[in-house]
C-alpha cells in the first residue's frame, strides 16, 4: 500500500529520488572522498589563483624595451630595483601601508560601539535599523559613494553650504590624505561590524554583569573583559579591513585627486598607462608580499587560533 | 585615457548633412566601388571598432558607422573597452597567434605607437584616400601608416572667466599666482603640460627628451599649488562643480563643460601649447576578408563628408583640407587650420614620446606624489 | 553614595570586634515595599519585604517567572525598584552601581572569564577593587584551597571540569569579602549527584566565612537543604518566609503547602474537627481560624498517609479508610504510591511507603488501607484563584 501523503510528505520522497541519483553519480563506497570533491571548486579556485601569481612572478623578471614594446627575454631584477630606487613608489607604498593602519584603528573604533549597540540593544527597532543603514551602503557600491562624497564635501557641497551659513569661507575639504582616509573608513565601517557583531553575541551579558559585580566599572568591564573576548572578532575585521585598504583602488583614485595614489593605483598606471607590465608585476609582488607580511605579523602577534578557528573546546 | 563625456553634442543638422552625404553615389566611388566588381572579398557580417562613449561614440556613429553600414551592409560593432584596457589583450592574441578582440582601435596616437613599435598593427599605406590628407595623418618617426591620425586637437589652458578679470592669461606662469592655489587641475599623468612647461620654465623644445630640467622646476613649481590630478571626466566635473579655475585640458572637455553650461573659455598662452592626434589602426590576425573591410573603414573615415560630421561633433580640426569648422570654434585656438595657428602649438614626434613617457610619467608622479 | 565598605587588605575571617560592631547595626539586608514594573503584564515583583540577618543563609524559592531572580538582580544591583527601597547595612541601595556594592555573586552560567586562567579570575576583583597589588597572589592561593582548587590557580577556565568551575566561581565572588553574596541558581545546570555535593560545599564555604547569603532556586530540597531562611514566592508576591523545618511543617497556604514536598489535597468543606469530604468527616486541623462551613482544602504529604494491605496494621491512627492502588512507582529508596479513594468520591491521594520488603505486595488494582493522624492535615480556605 502506498503510503499517504500525509505520512510521507513530498519533501521526504524529493529527497530520495535526490540521493537515489546522487549515489548513482557517486557510489557510496567512494564516500570516504566526499569531502574532497566538495572542497575540489575552492581548491581548483586557488590553484588558478597561484597560476596567476606565478605569471606575475614571471613577468615581474623580464623588463620593458620602449622601442619595441616587447618585454626582454633575459631574466632580471631591473623591476624590483626600479620600483625600489624610485622614490615614488616608496612614498606610494608608505602612503598605503600607513593608510592601511590608520583606516584599521578609526574603524575598529567606530565599529565596535555599533556592533555593541546592534548586539546588545533590548530594543528590535533600533537593531532593524541600524542593520539595514548597516546594509544598504553594500547595495550603493564604492564608487558610487564616493562620488557621493565628492557631491557632499565639494566646493558647492552641502557641507560648504552649512559653512556658509555661520560664515565659514568654502574649505577644500576633497583631494587630500584625510579626504581618502575618511572615504575608506565610511567604506569599511560595515565590513568591520559585520565581523565584529559574531564575536560579540558570543559574549553572554552575564559576563559583564559578573564583572560588574565584581567591582569593575564599565570602562575597565571594556577593557578587562569584553575587549580580550571579542579579540577573535577584533583581529578577523582588522584582517579584513587591512587587506581591503591596502589594496584599494577607488578612494584614492576618486577622493585623492590624483595626488594620493595607493599602490593599486601605481600597479593600474604601470599594466594600463605605460604598459610596463613587469614594473607593474614587481609592484603586485610587492603588495603582496606586504600584505603577507601584515596577516603573518597579526597571527604572530595573536596566534592564529584567535580567529576562533578549529575545534571548539568544552 | 578615459574619455567619457556624458551628453550626445550632435546637432541635428550635422546628423542631416551626413544622410545627404551618404545617400548621393559619390559614397561608392570614394569607396573604390568601381574595383568592387573584381575579386572583393567576402563581407563580414560585423566589424567591431573600438571607440570612447558618449559623444566620442555618437560623433563616430553618425560620421563614420552609419554611413559605411548603409552603404557596405556590414553592421559596425562599437566596443567601449577603455583604450588602456584594450592594449593587452589585443598584445595578448598577437602574442597568441590567436584572432584579435577588434577589428578598428580608434587610439590616440601615443597609444597607437605602441602597439605598432610592437608590431600589432598592420600597415594601411595602400588606403587610397591618404592621397587626399594633409600631413597630420601621417604619423611621425614610424615606418609607413601603422596609423593614420584622423584628427588633431589642443591641450589648451581651460579658465573660468570670473577667476581672471583681466583677461585671458598670457602665460601657463600666470597659475602660479598664489590665489589659484589648489584650483587648478593637470592630468594625473601630466600629458599635455611637459612641453609647454619646458617652454615655461625657461627650456627648449629641442631638448626634449635629452634634457629637461626646465620642465621638471617648472612642474616643481606649480606643485606647491597643489593641483588637482585626473582624466577626463574629472576635469568636466571639477569645472562644472566650482573646483578648479583652471585646468591644462583636450580642447573637446572644455567645449562640453561650455555646452553644459558652464562660463567656461581657453586660451594658447605664449609658451604654447601641446598638440597630438588621434587616429584608427588595425590590429594583425585578422582574416584576409574582415581585414580589407576594416580597411575600407578607415578609407572611408578619411573621406571629406565621413570627417565632416565625426569632427563636427567632436569640435576637432580633421585630416582633409576644406572642413568647415563648427559656428563656435571659427578662429578658435582650439581649432587650427591655417599655418599660423599652428605657430603655437607644439608638436613632438610620437616615437619620442612613446619611449620616453613613462620615464616622464615617473617622475611627473615622483613631484606630484612625493 | 561612598563606598559601602572600606577596601584593602583585611583578615580573612571576621574578627570578634567586627562581628560586634555589625550586629549593632541591625539586619545585613533589609529589603522594604519593592515593586518591579516591567511595563508589560502585572508586576514582576509586588510589595517584596524582609530582613536578613549578618551571616544568615537565606534561599528565595519558587517556580519560573516567580520574580524571584529579579529580586536578586535588584538586590545586585542589576535593576532598580520601581518602588520601595533596599538596605545594605543599613545604607539605601538604589543609586549605587553594582561594582559599587560589596556584593560577590555566582551566576546561573557562572560567567567566568574564559580568556583568564582560574587563578585570575580569582584575583579579578582585588584587581578591580584595587586590592594591593602585593597581597594579591597569597590571597588568591587561600581562596583556592578554601574552594579545594589549590594547584589548580593556572588552569584555563575550560580545561577544569563542570564541578571545578563552580568551585572557581565561588572563590571568585567571596574572594574580596563582601558584606553579601548572591547565587542565581548556579547549581541548576549540574547533574544530580554533583549538585548535591556542591550544596553541602557552598553550606560549608559560607558557614566557614560567615557571609550573609542569598541563594535564588527552583528546587525545594536544594532550599531545605542549603539555607537558614527560605522565602517562597509565587506570582511577584512573598508566600511566606520562614525556616526550612517551619516552612515543612506549617506551610502558610495551600501555593506553599503545595510547592514544598509531595501534597495530595482534599476538597470539602470546614467541619467541626476536620474537613467533611463526600459526606465523611476526615480528621484535621485548619492554619487558621475558619468557621464551620467554608470551602476548604485539606492538605496532606504522601509520608504523612499510611498505608498497609491489612487495616489492623494502622489501629492506632486518627483515620483510616479503604482504596485502590492506581499506580505505584519505584524510586529507589521508597516507593510512591496513587491510591483512588472510593469514599470520598474517587479522589487520589499519594502515599510515600518506605518498606521495601512491602513494595511487591501492594500492586496496582489491589485493595489497601490508609490513613493519618489528625495535626497531619492541614485545612486552608479554598484558594480564590
Known sequence: ?314 | MTRHIQRPSLSRRAVLRGGVAFGGAALLAQLGAGRAFAAEPEKPAELIVRAWGGSWVDALKAGVSDPFTAATGITIRHDLTEDNEIQPKIWAAAEQKRVPPIHINWDTTTNATKSALRGVAEDLSDLSNLAGTTDLAKPVGLEGYPIVNTYGYVYVLAYRPEAFPDGAPKSWKDLLDPKFKGRIALYNDGIGFHFPAQVAGGGKLEDIPANMDACWAFVEQMKAQEPLLGEDPDFTTWFQNGEIDAACTISTNAREARKNGVNIAWTVPEEGCKFDTDGLWIPVGLPENELYWAKQYINFALTKDAQQVWLDGLGLPGVVPGLTPPADLVDDASYPTKPADFEHLIRISAQVQVENESEWFAKFKAIMQG | MGRIRQQGPQPMIRDAANAAQAAKAGPAVSVRGVDMDFGAGPLAVADAGFDLARGRFLTILGPSGSGKTTLLRMIAGFQTPTRGEIFINGEPVSKVAPHQRAIGMVFQKLALFPHLTAAQNVAFPLKMRRFDARGIPARVEQFLDLVRLGGLGGRRIHELSGGQQQRVAIARALVFQPDLLLLDEPLAALDRKLREEMQLEFRRIQRELGVTTINVTHDQREALVMSDEVIVMEAGRIQQNARPVDLYRDPANAFVANFIGVTSFLPGRVAPGGLECGGILCPGTPRQALAAGTPARGAIRAEQIRMAADGAALAGLDFRLQGQVRDAIFEGERQLYEVVLPALGGIAVQVYHHDASDFALTAPGQTVTVGWNRRDMILFPAAVP
Open chain 1, 1 to 314: 500500500m502506498r503510503p499517504s501523503r500525509a505520512e510521507y510528505p513530498y519533501r521526504w520522497r524529493l529527497m530520495d529520488r535526490l540521493e537515489a541519483a546522487a549515489d548513482r553519480l557517486f557510489p557510496r563506497r567512494w564516500s570516504r572522498w566526499t569531502g574532497w570533491l566538495m572542497l575540489a571548486p575552492a581548491l581548483l579556485l586557488v590553484a588558478v589563483l597561484l597560476i596567476g601569481l606565478v605569471q606575475i612572478a614571471d613577468a615581474s623578471l623580464h623588463t620593458l624595451d620602449r622601442k619595441t614594446f616587447r618585454t626582454s627575454a633575459a631574466y632580471s631584477l631591473d623591476n624590483y630595483r626600479a620600483a625600489l630606487d624610485q622614490g615614488v613608489y616608496l612614498a606610494v607604498l608608505w602612503r598605503s601601508v600607513l593608510g592601511a593602519a590608520i583606516v584599521t584603528l578609526l574603524t575598529l573604533l567606530l565599529a565596535f560601539p555599533y556592533g555593541y549597540v546592534m548586539v546588545r540593544t533590548r530594543s528590535s527597532n533600533l537593531r532593524k535599523l541600524l542593520l539595514i543603514a548597516l546594509f544598504l551602503p553594500f547595495f550603493i557600491g564604492q564608487v558610487v559613494r564616493a562620488y557621493g562624497w565628492l557631491i557632499i564635501l565639494g566646493n558647492g557641497g552641502l557641507v560648504n553650504d552649512l559653512l556658509g551659513l555661520v560664515g565659514v569661507p568654502p574649505q577644500r575639504l576633497l583631494f587630500n590624505y584625510p579626504a581618502v582616509l575618511f572615504g575608506l573608513v565610511q567604506y569599511m565601517l560595515p565590513f568591520a561590524v559585520l565581523m565584529l557583531a559574531p564575536a560579540l553575541t558570543a559574549i553572554p551579558e552575564e559576563t559583564e554583569a559578573a564583572a560588574g559585580s565584581l567591582g569593575a566599572n564599565w570602562l575597565r568591564t571594556l577593557w578587562h573583559v569584553v575587549l580580550p573576548m571579542a579579540r577573535p572578532g577584533l583581529v578577523g575585521a582588522g584582517l579584513v579591513v587591512v587587506s581591503l585598504t591596502l589594496t584599494d583602488f577607488a578612494m584614492p583614485a576618486i577622493l585623492g585627486g590624483g595626488g594620493q595614489d595607493f599602490i593599486a593605483n601605481a600597479i593600474y598606471d604601470q599594466f594600463f598607462r605605460t604598459s610596463d607590465q613587469g614594473l607593474g608585476a614587481a609592484l603586485t609582488l610587492l603588495l603582496v608580499g606586504i600584505g603577507s607580511l601584515v596577516v603573518g605579523a597579526v597571527f604572530t602577534a595573536f596566534g592564529a587560533g584567535t580567529l576562533a578557528m578549529g575545534r571548539a573546546r568544552t
